[in-house]
């Protein structure tokens, strides 16, 4: 017979992972808690203007189309994408001073000459260096499960793993090749997409960056919300089944095996359980035994170490904005060190750093004819960072701050006048929508003894037929990674059929 397997969640791995299995030949069932599929990678619909929730930024897209691939359909028929060149606007000095970045190598080096031939120097001695570590951390970590300890601490992986040298952290690994602060910032930055403090996080997270430069950013019509609509139409397609609007109490074990979930106080046995739920929070509230959890009790869940969480506006403006030159921008801090220091510090923010999304200027369907919708993304703590209350009185300070620094970029002095519709995410929504642990959007921080090996795996540990997906499991957080995430968790599964 069939065997049948339960996924908690349709975000990006939950997905991935059923589409993965239903190709497979498995019967497969996932169970979603909200109306619509791809947990935060999802859209915010108002009046009239269509906003990605969460990710934004397309990297790595093969992996993207290798879901599509594997079962043997063509990804432009679900997923059409585009590069973008120039990939991002870099605002320094409240917005009087734009780099433009580009994957364009010849156009990277003469910003980089016009500070320094040195730096320029140092700037291609980093793509060689970290295309190097790439390399390796693709093909020995990036890919591959690590259930046991053996399975790290062997010579041939330790090896391994000082090639990747990451016992520096990613601002002092970029100062031994580039100088200049804003140039050194505009790459060093990038940790955040992974939520991670570059003076924190481990040397090897400069190699987001480096995967922009030497292979792009892109853009999926209609959005990131494509993905998780064409992954679900496949997997329909497939012959699977999305049950929405559906919360899962518990999962059910017994004799040291998952044999399903329990909904509605009702039992829905299965074959096989595998969670897309965040990995802290599907421990504390969905596991419920201590001895099926290992070493992760709720204890340990609440010591461990959180990425920053985000405020964002959605913001429907009644003009275009030719003024901004690219999709993705970013807008310094003047103080970015404190700036930073004061997310992961817990610190509220007095200069902030932004993100600024404009999807309509490259999509008009996401807009009313004529305009454009904003997205700005503010990276603030995580809830069991900050030593201040979320409330309506933080929002507002932050939103001031949002709009008065926007304002200060080309043409955009009126910008809090053009304001026709707007929505807000806040920490507090991260948590209760999502079941981020502590609204901590990217999830467990991925520093250095929180990645690889030490980062809580597919496979359950304590228990049998129940497996984890998404951003707080190895290989950690970012769609390109979260996709390699389901990747390993269904070979995970597959290996253990396949052992019976």
């Not at 939950?14 to 030949?25: C, D, F, K, T």
């Not at 430069?213 to 496949?234: C, D, H, N, P």
């Not at 970012?478 to 052992?499: R, T």
Request: charged residues 25%.
């Amino acid at each position: 017979m069939t065997k049948t397997i339960t996924i908690i969640g349709a975000g990006v791995a939950g997905l991935a992972s059923a589409v993965r299995l239903q190709n497979e030949g498995y019967d497969v069932t996932i169970i979603e808690k909200e109306s619509a599929p791809g947990g935060k990678m999802n859209r915010i619909d108002v009046d009239g203007y269509y906003f990605d929730l969460g990710p934004t930024i397309v990297m790595m897209p093969e992996l993207y189309r290798e879901v599509f691939e594997l079962a043997g359909r063509d990804p432009e028929d679900y997923i059409p994408m585009q590069r973008l060149d120039p990939m991002y606007s870099g605002y320094f000095d409240n917005g009087t001073k734009q780099y433009q970045v580009t994957n364009d190598l010849v156009k990277n080096i003469e910003m980089f000459e016009e500070i320094s031939d040195a730096d320029a120097e140092g700037f291609m001695r980093y793509l060689s260096d970290l295309y190097h570590r790439f390399n390796v951390a693709k093909k020995h970590f990036l890919q591959r499960p690590f259930r046991s300890q053996k399975d790290f601490y062997n010579p041939f992986m330790i090896g391994q793993g000082l090639k990747l040298r990451t016992l520096s952290n990613a601002e002092n690994l970029m100062k031994k090749y580039i100088k200049d602060k804003r140039m050194r910032q505009m790459i060093s930055f990038q940790t955040l997409y992974i939520g991670v403090s570059p003076f924190k996080g481990p040397s090897l997270y400069t190699i987001i960056p480096m995967i922009e430069f030497l292979y792009g950013v892109w853009f999926i019509k209609g959005g990131m919300r494509t993905m998780a609509s064409g992954m679900e139409q496949l997997f329909l397609e497939l012959g699977g089944r999305i049950e929405y609007d559906t919360s899962v109490e518990r999962i059910v074990i017994e004799d040291q095996k998952a044999v399903g979930v329990s909904v509605n106080e009702s039992f829905i046995p299965s074959d096989y359980v595998m969670c897309n739920a965040d990995f802290p929070y599907a421990m504390k509230n969905l596991v419920e035994k201590p001895e099926h959890k290992g070493k992760y009790i709720d204890e340990k869940i609440d010591k461990m170490d959180y990425s920053c969480s985000c405020f964002v506006l959605y913001l429907g403006m009644d003009r275009k904005y030719p003024e901004i030159d690219n999709v993705h921008n970013f807008v310094f801090s003047e103080d970015l060190d404190t700036n930073i220091n004061q997310i992961f510090d817990g610190d509220i923010l007095d200069d902030p750093s932004l993100y600024m999304y404009l999807a309509s200027k490259i999509d008009p369907s996401l807009a009313p004819e004529g305009k454009d919708g904003i997205y700005i993304l503010m990276p603030v703590s995580d809830l069991s960072t900050m030593k201040y209350e979320w409330n309506d009185e933080i929002t507002q300070l932050y939103r001031d701050k949002i709009i008065k620094k926007i304002k200060m970029l080309p043409g955009m002095a009126r910008f809090d006048q053009e304001i026709v519709a707007e929505k807000r995410m806040t920490p507090l929504e991260f948590e209760g929508r999502f079941n981020a642990y502590n609204g901590a959007t990217f999830g467990l921080r991925p520093t250095l003894t929180q990645s690889n090996h030490m980062r809580p795996q597919s496979k359950a540990t304590h228990c049998d037929n129940l497996y984890f997906t998404g951003s707080s499991t190895h290989p950690g957080a970012g769609v390109p990674i979260v996709l390699l995430s389901s990747k390993i968790a269904v070979g995970e599964l597959l290996k253990d059929e396949n052992n019976r």
